[in-house]
């Protein structure tokens, strides 16, 4: 009996958390794994490294799915390999035909696979897409990838074969997922036909769209499938469309447009955006781009080297509609290529619309999308660990640029001179370099965002009693005598390790404190959101009615933690979401007790 021919198995990802595990285990019947990641922003290089350290680990910036491919392939020590997605199943019964296929000396040299498509975790039925064929079985020494910059085909020397196992194919887990994988090969499919001279014209933006919709959901029987079958003809339809959308930018793309990122909320709120500022810089280096925010949030984009202008809407413009009229001219007489709202409220929509920009984006609203040339809907779940609020703000930059990593972690910019500051503040204060500092955030903005003062005593004699850290209350000027009333419900030996003395002035003097703590423990809120844009380890307590999925981001269960009473008791929540149980904030404070949540923050302050 000859030797047992050796196979790799092989695959390119970008953000699978929800899906690398099954894949590698799925995987497992291979002498060799190799994944190439593209960046990914969430948590599936850790869990391959850390969970699979037999797998052999690459990281590669994407250019396009076949110099991936390529790149991939390049890398298996093995002749024979089975290159499966992510998001691709085979059963037990085809891994052991592979087994037999390869071990049989076939003069084929390459496989193709039946896929049945998966949507919304239910396979689909006289489905077009279960028509689909795919090699994922093929000898590395006689197979390449073509040079198309999207659905790639495999050159083959020699001949193929069929297998009779199929693939399962869950390729899409909802709405949003599938939308966004389509937008990523229509932005593919128009670079392509953009290096092919194809122009723009009314047919491809009306037709073609009609008729894909047409061919998918009549012609191939996609009716069947009930309200799934409609939902994927229209993005199908909407994909082709977008392709050509794309392609006419591509025709008309300036180097250098002036772009203007609008955000005008609160102090996490433009912290949060700030990434779409970073992102759309990295796309386009040579832009002007300005961002429109309200006063008091500068303090957190000062410095920001993404950013070169900062436009502020003052106060007067809200309160005089006249000056309102004249600031929205104003934006219109700048002249801007690219306009990016990211608050949708009607006086965005407004400059939106009067801006004179070519392209347009914003989030999808029945009664303003008419305002925009591109929106997006919001998304219900994450897609990675930076959280909903990030996540959604990167779907805005996805509509320009869909295929490339993009940067999700706002960050604040502190100067050498600030951060000097800091650490001199401290120093006058009797606290030394080397000592351990927590930054308290010990109310909210508001009472019904505030864990109660008596629940909050108790967790700060928690912190005293298991560290030696000095204590350093984080509130506004107006919010004083709440901290003294907190400070009065703490131990005696608390009080000691309470720096009630310690108030940075301004926003900025406060950042250069924080950048020297060990940690912010507290209520969640902007102060939260800048301790992680400097990289200081949060634990976050979050308000019985905010979602926590939302700003939860970047946890890590080490030095990124956040608690939520929907975390404990699910079940005073039932289908409610926690922001249609506003009205009941203070009451739900009454359950959320400080014994649930001193077990991880016990162990929190062991680790930071």
């Not at 959280?387 to 640029?401: F, K």
């Amino acid at each position: 009996m000859g030797e047992k021919i050796r196979i790799s198995a092989l695959a390119i990802v970008l953000n699978e958390e929800h899906n690398i595990r099954q894949y590698l285990d799925n995987m497992s019947f291979a002498d060799e794994i190799i994944v190439v990641d593209s960046f990914s922003s969430d948590n599936t290089p850790k869990i391959i490294q850390e969970e699979y350290p037999h797998v052999k680990f690459y990281q590669r910036a994407f250019d396009d799915f076949s110099s991936q491919r390529n790149y991939t392939l390049e890398l298996a020590t093995n002749d024979w390999v089975v290159f499966f997605d992510a998001d691709e199943r085979v059963t037990q019964r085809g891994i052991d035909e592979i087994i037999a296929t390869v071990n049989g000396n076939p003069e084929e040299v390459a496989f193709w696979f039946k896929r049945i498509f998966y949507y919304k975790g239910r396979p689909m039925v006289n489905n077009s897409f279960n028509k689909d064929r795919a090699i994922r079985l093929f000898r590395k020494s006689k197979c390449k990838y073509s040079e198309k910059l999207v659905h790639e085909t495999l050159s083959i020397k020699g001949k193929s074969g069929h297998l009779t196992e199929s693939i399962h194919h869950y390729s899409f887990k909802s709405k949003e997922d599938f939308l966004e994988k389509r937008l990523q090969y229509s932005k593919l499919k128009a670079k392509e036909l953009y290096q092919k001279g194809v122009k723009t014209n009314l047919y491809h933006l009306s037709v073609r769209p009609a008729f894909r919709f047409f061919k998918y959901y009549i012609l191939g029987l996609g009716f069947l499938n009930g309200s799934r079958g409609l939902e994927i003809a229209g993005i199908l339809g909407y994909h082709v469309y977008m392709r050509y959308v794309y392609l006419r930018e591509m025709a008309n793309h300036k180097e250098d447009p002036k772009i203007l990122v609008i955000q005008q909320k609160m102090i996490g709120d433009v912290l949060a955006s700030s990434i779409i500022c970073a992102n759309l810089k990295a796309l386009y280096p040579q832009s002007t781009l300005d961002y429109l925010i309200y006063p008091f949030t500068k303090p957190v984009v000062e410095n920001n080297p993404t950013i070169d202008n900062l436009v502020l809407f003052d106060q007067k413009y809200r309160d005089s509609k006249w000056k309102f009229i004249n600031f929205v001219f104003d934006i219109r007489k700048r002249n801007y290529d690219i306009v990016v709202d990211a608050y949708g409220i009607l006086g965005s929509n407004i400059i939106v619309g009067f801006s004179k920009a070519k392209t347009r984006i914003g989030f999808y609203k029945s009664y303003s999308s008419f305002v925009y040339t591109h929106t997006v809907e919001e998304l219900k779940t994450p897609l990675t660990n930076a959280g909903l609020a990030l996540d959604n703000r990167m779907q805005l930059v996805r509509v320009l640029e869909p295929v490339l990593p993009l940067v999700n972690r706002p960050e604040i910019h502190l100067t050498q001179e600030e951060i000097s500051y800091g650490r001199a503040f401290l120093d006058s204060k009797g606290i030394p370099a080397g000592r351990k500092v927590y930054m308290i955030s010990v109310l909210g903005s508001l009472n019904i965002k505030t864990y109660p003062a008596a629940y909050m005593a108790q967790l700060l004699d928690l912190i005293t009693q298991n560290s030696e850290a000095v204590l350093i209350f984080n509130y506004i000027p107006s919010q004083q005598k709440e901290a003294e009333e907190l400070y009065n419900l703490c131990s005696d030996a608390t009080k000691e390790r309470i720096r009630m003395d310690i108030s940075p002035g301004t926003i900025r003097e406060f950042l250069s404190v924080l950048y020297h703590c060990n940690a912010l423990i507290g209520n969640e809120g902007g102060a939260v959101n800048m301790a992680k844009a400097l990289y200081i380890p949060t634990f976050t307590i979050f308000s019985t009615w905010i979602k926590k999925e939302a700003w939860n981001s970047f946890e890590d269960g080490t030095n990124t933690i956040s608690v939520h009473l929907k975390d404990f008791k699910p079940e005073l929540y039932g289908d409610t979401s926690p922001k249609e149980m506003k009205p009941k904030a203070m009451e739900l404070y009454n359950a959320f007790t400080p014994d649930l949540i001193i077990p991880a923050l016990k162990k929190y302050i062991e680790i930071n």
